[in-house]
């Protein structure tokens, strides 16, 4: 009996697999056409039937089966009052931070560290500068900073060139900290991260810095004192 039921299920797989992969075949195929040079990173059933779930970068959006309608919003439980689309984002931020990799941030971290955020930073951005000025007060509260640059004023403004700047510098926490308080830098030039972390940020959807990233992948957007943070963060 054991033997029939698999052989049962490995017909039905193999009958439902190649029109799930001509679906994802197509709907990559829509998407590189209307997105140029946007990487699919999934491509699933949504709980809507006939709606596929498309996770690229750290966005998700929905399409027809076909590819040829794409829809950007959010999915709700109605049922159980849930956001099913807010909850799997979450789950997508933490994986492109992931993939990004600690390499690619500036980090300030306590003795002994309770939690960890990322941050979105503008050198020039007076909430930022405020932020940073109470480092102390987020170590003492056990959290770890990940920074990322977010120059507001696009690349190749002043505010890029510093953070490039930043990066460059021999000590980048003690620079960070330099340019967050208004002193000049040397200016420099390598090779560095910070295109690539605007492009995350974009795709976040962020519209200003500071924006705090927790470890969970949820978002909260604007400057957060540190012991409010903390509470945030151990309620996660």
Known sequence: MKKITH??????????????????AAIKKALSEFMPGGQVDSVKPSEIQGLYEVS????????SEDGKYL???QLFDAQAKKNIT?????????????????QKMIIFKPEASKYMVSIFTDIDCGYCRKLHSEIDQYMAQGITIRYMFFPRAGKGS????????????????????AAKKGENLDAKTCEN????HMALGEAFGMNGTPMIVTQKGNILPG????AQLAKVLASE
């Open 7 to 24: 052989i049962l299920a490995l017909t039905l797989l193999a009958l439902t697999s190649p029109a799930l992969f001509a679906d994802e």
């Open 56 to 63: 690229m970068g750290g966005n998700i959006f929905y399409a």
């Open 71 to 73: 829809l950007q919003g």
């Open 86 to 102: 807010e909850t799997k984002l979450a789950s997508v931020r933490k994986a492109s931070l992931d993939k990004v990799g600690e």
């Open 158 to 177: 002043d505010s890029y060139k510093k953070a490039v700047s930043v990066w460059c510098a021999a000590d980048k926490n003690r620079a960070l900290t």
């Open 193 to 196: 991260p910070v295109d690539e």
């Open 223 to 226: 400057y957060v004192p540190a």
